[in-house]
């Protein structure tokens, strides 16, 4: 037996908490981040702000330069678990590195009836 617990094609392995220093939760104040809560770049974060941030926040701003993105979005981009990211972007919005858009709560969704009369109208014309 050589000692390795895993084979070469499992390439670099790193426990989800060694990503987020043990932590669960994202940020202090407990944001929470809906799947398809958007997230993009804060035009005022610097660069120089981002030599300190660790390799997967600096993806996850990568992901969301090119353009905006939902969480489940950026989680599957990253290849990393949805907690994992929900964490990091607590980081990133902490410092000011991102802004995100939360969706629109279910309460002010038009309601389908209202959605079905518009159809029928628009099928009328």
Known sequence: MNG???DAEAGPLVRPYA???GRTRPGPHGVRFDLIALVAVDPGGTDADE???GPEHRALLGLCR?????VAELAAEADLPVGVVR???GDLLESGHVR???PVPPARLPD???????IEGLRAL
């Open 66 to 70: 090119a353009e905006t993105q939902s």
């Open 19 to 21: 990503m987020t220093g």
């Open 100 to 102: 995100v858009s939360r």
């Open 4 to 6: 390795l617990w895993y």
């Open 51 to 53: 030599a300190v941030l």
């Open 87 to 89: 964490v990091l972007l």
């Open 112 to 118: 389908e009836r209202i959605l079905r009369e518009v």
